[in-house]
């Protein structure tokens, strides 16, 4: 592959701000030339907090998660203009080991981040313990904790998940937390693991209507038990996600872990699949790293490089990786610049080799439609977060406004 040569940086104005973008010239033919990086975020703010019930009846919830999360991250990156996404997570419904009584057997696994390895770094390390699940509690926590987006177009959702009675807190009230919600403008979403139209299942839509949400009730289990389609494009789409990771240069006091991470969470995604299925986490994890939402610009230099304030000359050299240490100063932006232009040459082969296989698993899908009482997590989270979503001025691509 040519070098492509350095030629200027490019000041794009956008709706939302301006943002200013590296861009070098390429004098391949434009059939070889790879897709444009995906551009920073320059969208309404999205802060997402998942909150699930771990406790002993619960596995098909908490796998569920781990498998199908990238589905849900790539749903929310076809949305337009793309969002600052920002994810958390609450576990509760544990063991009093871990899960103390004092916090309502609440636990904050991981605050609002644009580090989604971290998110699903924790969402692995979930275990089924079994304890008193506290709805009210987890939700006032989620709200009482999180710095939640000042923007005033932002969107801000929690969603709460488990099979148990809604009302069981005996000292916080649901009422009282969907008035925090409205006034901190945040919609609470339930989601009820189990049948609906039994008194339970009224319960968690109640208060999902009070708190300004949606309810769905799903099975829990429908995403492990799934067998998903398999195609000829998953194990290339897989290899190209790891040949992704070569073009990531970590600086900074974190960012051999934070490598270390991504790579982990690469071996967590292929350990996701149910028996039998075809390794979905897996493809799904690869298409997320090659879109706009999977950002690392905190300890990879590639996405720092796309920020308006880049200046390599102010990383200090003891942040540096070894590559860049060994290469001159005046040599090391050129080097970003090459693994730039490699990461979006993978990046398109990835987007256009998912297209061919989202094209195949249509046409095997439309064979036996589901019917509503078939939603699995990611199928609820990813209807509810594109209404949401609309609501505040995003459009999904192939819907009308």
């Not at 050129?334 to 993978?346: G, N, S, Y």
């Given at each position: ?9 490019a ?5 939302a ?15 070889e ?22 406790s ?6 908490v ?11 790539n749903?929310?990156a ?15 419904g544990g ?6 009584a ?28 079994g304890?008193?699940?506290?709805v009210a ?6 709200l009482?904790?999180?710095?939640w ?23 916080v009230?649901l009422?009282e ?6 006034k ?6 339930t ?7 039994n008194n ?5 839509e109640?208060?999902a ?8 009730n ?22 190209l ?61 590639v ?25 001159k100063?005046?040599e ?6 090459k693994k ?6 993978i ?26 009482a ?23 691509p192939?819907?009308?406004?």
């Amino acid at each position: 592959m040519r070098l492509a040569k350095p030629l200027a940086v490019a000041v794009l104005a956008v709706a939302a701000g301006t943002v200013v973008a590296p861009v070098w010239a390429d004098d391949r033919p434009a059939a070889e030339k790879p897709a444009a990086p995906p551009a920073p975020a320059v969208g309404p703010s999205i802060d997402l907090v998942l909150c699930l019930d771990i406790s002993g009846s619960m596995n098909g919830l908490v796998d569920s998660a781990k498998l199908r999360l990238w589905d849900i991250v790539n749903e929310l990156a076809r949305l337009k203009p793309t969002p600052n996404l920002r994810v958390a997570l609450y576990s509760y419904g544990g063991s009093t080991a871990t899960y103390p009584a004092a916090t309502g057997w609440v636990r904050k696994d991981v605050d609002l981040t644009e580090d989604l390895d971290d998110v699903y770094k924790a969402l692995n390390g979930l275990t089924i313990t079994g304890g008193t699940e506290l709805v009210a509690r987890v939700s006032k926590a989620a709200l009482d904790q999180q710095k939640w987006s000042t923007d005033k177009n932002a969107l801000r959702m929690i969603f709460v998940a488990g099979n148990e009675a809604v009302d069981q807190d005996k000292a916080v009230a649901l009422e009282e937390v969907a008035g925090q919600a409205k006034k901190l403008g945040v919609v609470v979403n339930t989601i009820y693991c189990g049948p609906g139209g039994n008194n339970e299942a009224r319960g968690w839509e109640k208060f999902a209507a009070e708190a300004g949400g949606k309810y769905m009730n799903i099975d829990q289990n429908k995403a492990v038990k799934q067998v998903v389609v398999k195609t000829e494009f998953d194990d290339q789409i897989i290899k190209l996600g790891e040949e992704l990771n070569k073009t990531y240069v970590a600086y900074g006091k974190d960012g051999k872990d934070r490598a270390a991470n991504q790579l982990a969470q690469d071996a967590n995604a292929g350990k996701a699949a149910a028996p039998g299925a075809a390794p979905a986490a897996a493809v799904a994890r690869a298409e997320s790293k090659a879109g706009a939402l999977y950002r690392n610009s905190t300890w990879d230099l590639v996405d720092r490089m796309k920020e308006k304030d880049f200046d390599l000359s102010k990383v200090k050299e003891e942040e540096l990786c070894d590559e860049l240490k060994k290469l001159k100063p005046e040599e090391r932006l050129a080097f970003l610049k090459k693994k730039a232009d490699e990461r979006a040459d993978i990046q398109k082969k990835i987007s256009d080799l998912s297209a061919k296989r989202q094209k195949q698993i249509d046409a095997e899908l439309a064979k036996t439609p589901k019917s509503d009482a078939d939603k699995a997590l990611d199928e609820a989270l990813k209807g509810l977060i594109r209404d949401q979503a609309k609501s505040k001025g995003f459009e999904v691509p192939g819907e009308k406004k």
